[in-house]
C-alpha cells in the first residue's frame, strides 16, 4: 500500500495497487499550478486511490476541460488530478507521496513546452507532447 497526504496532514490518501507512467511533466500548466520547474505524476488507475482523511478539505478546479486537479483548501497542495470522463483514474502528484512509489520516473512529457532556463540533466526518453496512452 502506498500512502500519501498534504503538506499539512488535512488531507490524506491510499493507493491500494501500483503506479504506473511515472512522467515528468513540462506543460505550462503543470508548471504553473505546482510553482515549479515541472510536474511529477504517475497514474493509480481503477479506483485505487482512496481518500482516508480530509475529503472536505479538497478543493476540485477544472483547470482544462474535463481535468479536475484537486488541492487542499488549507494550505494549497495539490494532491491528484483526474479526468471527468475517467475519474477511476487518479493522477497522483508523486511529491504528495509519503511512501516509497515502487516506481522511478519513465519519461520528460510536454517538453515543447518546457522552460527556456531549465535544463533536462538526465537520460529519461522526451516527448515534445504527452504519449497516446496518457489522459
Known amino acids: 500500500m502506498i500512502e500519501g497526504s498534504c503538506h499539512c496532514?488535512?488531507?490524506r490518501y491510499r493507493i491500494n495497487g501500483e503506479l504506473q507512467g511515472f512522467v515528468h511533466c513540462h506543460c505550462?500548466?503543470?508548471?504553473?499550478?505546482n510553482g515549479t520547474v515541472y510536474g511529477s505524476s504517475a497514474m493509480a488507475a481503477g479506483g485505487a486511490l482512496e481518500v482516508t482523511k480530509g475529503e472536505d478539505?479538497?478543493?476540485r478546479y477544472e483547470s482544462n476541460p474535463g481535468k479536475r486537479r484537486c488541492f487542499c483548501r488549507r494550505c494549497g497542495s495539490h494532491v491528484f488530478a483526474y479526468w471527468e470522463k475517467t475519474p477511476e483514474t487518479a493522477i497522483v502528484r508523486v511529491g504528495t507521496l509519503?511512501?516509497?512509489?515502487g516506481v522511478l520516473p519513465q519519461a520528460h512529457i510536454w517538453v515543447s513546452h518546457r522552460a527556456d532556463w531549465a535544463a533536462i540533466q538526465d537520460d529519461l526518453p522526451?516527448?515534445?507532447?504527452?504519449?497516446?496512452?496518457?489522459g
Open 98 to 101: 509519503d511512501s516509497d512509489p
Open 126 to 134: 522526451r516527448f515534445p507532447e504527452a504519449p497516446k496512452s496518457r
Open 9 to 11: 496532514g488535512a488531507v
Open 57 to 59: 478539505d479538497l478543493e
Open 28 to 33: 505550462t500548466t503543470c508548471r504553473k499550478i
